[in-house]
């Protein structure tokens, strides 16, 4: 009997050690290539932490606002991973062109993403330290079904923290001439953005 009782809980530790996924740091994570299915890739430094809050931009008579929070372990269907997330509400003269803000879809956020950038990768960061990791985000319109990206840099401005960003268009717009898409631009401009934790 004793022997089949440890026969058990040998096996049994076995599965769970096999269970278990690993945790590797999102610094590591593989960009263009396979991840390391079942694993977390966790925000290990807390680098997440430093976008969240509001943040607001403010060009000419243009009001960008962005609300960011770090999610920890979600499962996208292979991987666990932490992750930034938001929502966004843009005005021009005072009056909103379009708002995010109310959404309540995880699924469908209007920020969201955990790539971190080197200063050498798209864009490139000539002001950048070698050392210090921007953030890239999907920025979607869902409005007009259009999806640009967002780069997120740390920096201070007259004492506050502060965020650089660019949203940018990551790629070409194609379509047939015979079914040209209702909109080649999102209602939200790209271009940089300065924004100032609120």
Same mark, same amino acid.
């Given at each position: 009997?004793?022997?089949?009782? $440890?026969?058990?809980?040998?096996? $049994?530790?076995?599965?769970?050690?096999?269970?278990?996924?690993? &945790?590797?740091?999102?610094? #590591?994570?593989?960009?263009?290539?396979?991840? %390391?299915? #079942?694993?977390?890739?966790?925000?290990? #430094?807390?680098?997440?932490?430093?976008?969240?809050?509001? +943040?607001?931009?403010?060009?000419?008579?243009?009001?960008?606002?962005?609300?960011?929070?770090?999610?920890?372990?979600?499962?996208?269907?292979?991987?666990?991973?932490?992750?930034?997330?938001?929502?966004?509400?843009?005005?021009?003269?005072?009056?909103?062109?379009?708002? $995010?803000?109310?959404?309540?879809?995880?699924?469908?956020?209007?920020?969201?993403? *955990?790539?971190?950038?080197?200063?050498?990768?798209?864009? &490139?960061?000539?002001?950048?330290?070698?050392?210090?990791?921007?953030?890239?985000? !999907?920025?979607?319109?869902? $409005?007009?079904?259009?999806? *640009? !990206?967002?780069?997120?840099?740390? &920096?201070?401005? *007259?004492?506050?923290?502060?965020?650089?960003?660019?949203? +940018?268009?990551?790629?070409?717009?194609?379509?047939? &001439?015979?079914?040209?898409?209702?909109?080649?631009?999102?209602?939200?401009?790209?271009? +940089? +953005?300065?924004?100032?934790? %609120?």
């Amino acid at each position: 009997m004793k022997n089949i009782l $440890t026969s058990v809980l040998l096996f $049994t530790t076995l599965i769970a050690c096999k269970a278990q996924s690993p &945790i590797i740091d999102i610094e #590591n994570k593989p960009y263009f290539t396979e991840t %390391q299915e #079942n694993a977390y890739y966790k925000d290990v #430094n807390n680098f997440f932490n430093d976008f969240e809050g509001t +943040w607001l931009a403010t060009n000419g008579n243009k009001t960008l606002k962005i609300v960011l929070l770090k999610e920890t372990q979600l499962y996208t269907g292979k991987i666990y991973t932490d992750y930034v997330s938001g929502e966004y509400e843009y005005k021009k003269d005072g009056t909103t062109v379009i708002s $995010t803000l109310s959404n309540t879809d995880r699924y469908k956020r209007g920020v969201n993403g *955990n790539s971190l950038l080197k200063s050498n990768h798209k864009p &490139i960061c000539n002001d950048c330290s070698p050392t210090k990791r921007r953030l890239s985000v !999907t920025f979607s319109d869902r $409005t007009r079904d259009m999806h *640009n !990206t967002l780069t997120l840099q740390l &920096i201070t401005v *007259n004492g506050r923290l502060a965020l650089k960003g660019l949203l +940018w268009s990551n790629g070409g717009l194609s379509y047939h &001439i015979d079914n040209p898409p209702a909109h080649i631009e999102m209602t939200v401009p790209t271009g +940089w +953005w300065t924004f100032i934790k %609120q």
